[in-house]
Nanobody, 122 residues
Framework: QLQLVESGGGLVQPGGSLRLSCAAS????????VGWFRQAPGKEREGISC???????NYVDSVKGRFTISRDNAQNTVYLQMNSLKPEDTAAYYC????????????????WGQGTQVTVSS
């Protein structure tokens, strides 16, 4: 019963904002880094942001300056604030947890959510 659950996705117009949440169930996020990934149809799953156990944030260039990752350990939740959304951001968004430090190896993330759909369209 160890899982992550994403929420907050939806349909927004270009330039709009969404805040995604990643809530842990069955374990405590305190000692984990949490990454956000996205996958558009026909494309590889892409890491876009990650926050370490000590709240050091990382972003891929395509979202840097537009997205902000944060964590609230008291709520056992990680957030992704997405601003200035573009049609290219349309994808299923997933969060995943890995011990302590961020990294880009998808296969080493231990826990995954089921995804939440973000669609950016006019």
């Amino acid at each position: 019963q160890l899982q992550l659950v994403e929420s907050g996705g939806g349909l927004v117009q270009p330039g709009g904002s969404l805040r995604l949440s990643c809530a842990a169930s069955g374990f405590t996020l305190n000692s984990y880094a949490v990454g956000w990934f996205r996958q558009a149809p026909g494309k590889e799953r892409e890491g876009i942001s990650c926050i370490s156990d000590s709240a050091v944030a990382n972003y891929v260039d395509s979202v840097k300056g537009r997205f902000t990752i944060s964590r609230d350990n008291a709520q056992n939740t990680v957030y992704l604030q997405m601003n200035s959304l573009k049609p290219e951001d349309t994808a299923a968004y997933y969060c995943a947890a890995t011990p302590v430090q961020c990294h880009g190896t998808v296969g080493l993330y231990q826990y995954w959510g089921q995804g939440t759909q973000v669609t950016v369209s006019s």
